[in-house]
């Protein structure tokens, strides 16, 4: 479940009369997720989804949702949030900040076809090109910062190897100076659970609340390192190079990026590496985590390690 804190109908229709949306007609717990309370909400407006956040704070909302708002007035299907009448997208409910976006179609997949990869890098290019224009800065809060923290505290959980693999890609990408390469706003977390499908058009992406402010091409990584790879962890060549090339046509790639591709494709992988060992070892008191399995993210970054040529265009 993802329901932290709990809301009534009555409660909801109370903190919705400070909005232009008319009646509340159905609330419904949604049941996937694992960092903040959701809900879909329909009103006498349309369908929307509630969502009440457990750990970023006030001050730490207002660039996701005014990222969002940017980004859907640029044609990009993501959650518009929804203002107040006083004009503001963030409010409180059950003592929780709280705002409510717009609900969008399609379904998530787990199994992508090339089609939907092209799909997918398409979109992601546009909402890079989109995402341009937006002046809000967020530094990557999961960067070579957090790298360099969080590595000693779960390696203790780890075999020799592991623990040896995890300290030279550490020290490897923190020589790393990624600020050559083009930047902008990006998604970070753009899974397959994160995008909404209408066969092989892209409906919504959604969960933007580890967006921040990074290379592009990283971006473009932690994809492809999801949407595809095969069930063993080895990137899947044509459903690949489909998404290269269907991004590269909405935001052309500079030979620089083709250059830092092979070591940007092992840093996705380990971000990930770390987020699961954590997540898994040392979650937070009274957590609610369904916690993904780490060794995924390990077999991929030694895929892309022992591969001497990464797929490109």
Known sequence: MAVFTSVSEDELTAWLSDY???RLLELQPIASGIENTNYFATTDSGRFVLTLFEKLTADELPFYLNLMAHLASHG???PRPVANR????LGALNGKPACIVSRLSGKSIVTPNSAQCAAVGAMLGQMHTAGQGFSQVMPNPRGAAWRAATAPQVRMFLDAAQAALLDSEVALHQ??????LPQGVIHADLFRDNVLLEEDRVGGLIDFYFACSDALLYDVAITVNDWCMNADGALDTDRAQTFLR???????????????WPLMLRAAALRFWLSRL???HLPRDGELVNAHDPRHFERILKNHIATEKSIWL
Not at 175 to 180: D, K, L
Not at 246 to 256: F, K, N
Request: proline share 6%.
């Open 86 to 89: 006083r004009n503001q997208f």
């Open 278 to 280: 954590f997540d898994k």
């Open 246 to 260: 269907a991004y590269h046509t909405a935001r052309p790639l500079l030979e620089s990026e083709r250059e830092a």
């Open 76 to 78: 990009i299907p993501c």
């Open 175 to 180: 020589q790393q100076n990624w600020a050559r």
């Open 20 to 22: 232009s949306l008319g």
